[in-house]
């Protein structure tokens, strides 16, 4: 996820709602109770057990019963030590801006200096076009993109390139993003991916507010894995690989897959995308779930119901070395979320987290002490 400007941004942003924060009044808190009941019929720790549990993290560490639900904590044989080892949301901030320093994140948290920072380091991306601006914009080959005149010029000197794909300068969760198919019959022209609908270069930089200051990176669309866009064609299916390098030494944490919805551009959770478990050693994806208090999970796509639990992944030791070298590659960074997409050819960086969603280690069913445990010796 990436965030904005200002010094402050380690302790200022404002994020979605997630299940590290403390349950709402009302329905959330009846879901609680709810949720509590049905663990406790269906075997698992008694209702009295689950109260007492919940009011000690709630009092002791900050670990409301959101949490508590949401990362099943209700089950018999985990020890308390696992359970105390979840963190609230501002521990988790305070401890990656102690192993990433604020004033060296951004570096990535601006998609236009984390791209040159990888193109420098070798790492594979998406072809860059350009940095498209209403007064700074440029393209790779240093010609203005400030306009719609400007954008044509540049998607006819590219007459391989059918899709691109446009990313805010600054943003996080896929908001902003749009990718269209370059129509080049009768002047160029916008199909945009999601809807289909033909636009203007004009109209189409008006929808992307782009005259109002708004800042994108245009990139070559990705081109996916015919396994990865089998699990849903309309979005790039990305892995998200939590990585580290303490003193040089690099490291994979744990990853997971994200799948998005039927029609959907992109893969973000916010947007509704399913989220898989990833077996670290052989790269087959495991069982998807929820990050809700109600612990749905799933084996096939919600929408479709293509098979993904028990997929084998493609370039799977090649993805994973992949996030390690894009870790190493900023300085003074020492973690990060890496989203890779693997294409025919192998994969490739989309982009990198530096203080990656915290509720990921629901899905990886592991405590944040434990995925911490080399930084915290």
């Known amino acids: 996820m990436k965030h904005r400007q200002g010094s402050q941004l380690a302790m200022e942003h404002s994020f979605p709602s997630t299940a590290l924060d403390p349950p709402k009044k009302g329905t959330t808190l009846e879901g609680v109770a709810r949720q509590t009941l049905q663990r406790a019929r269906e075997g698992h720790l008694p209702v009295s057990r689950q ?32 359970k105390k080892g979840f963190w609230p949301y501002h521990k988790f901030r305070r401890f990656v801006a102690t192993i990433n320093p604020p004033a060296y994140q951004k570096l990535s948290q601006n998609k236009f200096c984390e791209k040159a920072i990888l193109a420098l380091a070798s790492i ?73 609908q033909v636009l203007t270069l004009e109209d189409f930089l008006a929808t992307l507010q782009v005259a109002q200051g708004k800042a994108y990176i245009v990139e070559q669309y990705v081109s996916q894995h015919a396994v990865m866009a089998a699990l849903n ?10 990585a580290s390098c303490i003193d040089g030494q690099t490291a994979v944490i744990d990853a997971f897959l994200r799948v998005g919805r039927r029609g959907s551009l992109v893969d973000n959770t916010s947007r509704g995308a399913q989220i898989f478990k990833v077996d670290l050693r052989s790269g087959v994806i495991g069982t998807g779930m929820v990050k809700s208090i109600c612990n749905e999970t ?80």
């Open 124 to 196: 594979p991306t998406a072809q860059f076009l350009g940095h498209l601006h209403h007064q700074r914009g440029s393209s790779a080959s240093g010609e203005k993109l400030t306009n719609a005149a400007e954008l044509g010029h540049l998607l006819t000197t590219c007459p391989a390139i059918d899709k691109v794909c446009f990313k805010l300068v600054e943003g996080y969760g896929g908001q902003g993003f749009q990718a269209i198919q370059v129509s080049r019959n009768g002047g160029t022209r916008a199909r945009l991916l999601d809807s289909g």
């Open 298 to 377: 799933f084996q096939c796509h919600k929408d479709t119901g293509e098979a993904i639990s028990g997929v084998s992944l493609p370039f799977w030791p090649e993805s994973l070395t992949l996030a390690q070298r894009a870790v190493s590659a900023f300085p003074a960074i020492a973690f990060a979320g890496v989203d890779i997409a693997i294409t025919e050819s192998g994969p490739l960086v989309i982009e990198l987290n530096v203080e990656p969603d915290p509720t990921s280690a629901i899905i990886f069913d592991r405590c944040h002490e434990d995925l911490f445990s080399d930084f915290l010796q």
């Open 233 to 242: 064609p309309s979005s790039v299916n990305t892995l998200r690989v939590w």
């Open 51 to 82: 109260l007492v549990e919940m009011a000690a993290l709630k009092l002791f560490h900050g670990i409301g019963p959101g949490l508590y639900h949401s990362a099943r904590l209700w089950r018999r044989g985990l020890p308390w030590r696992f």
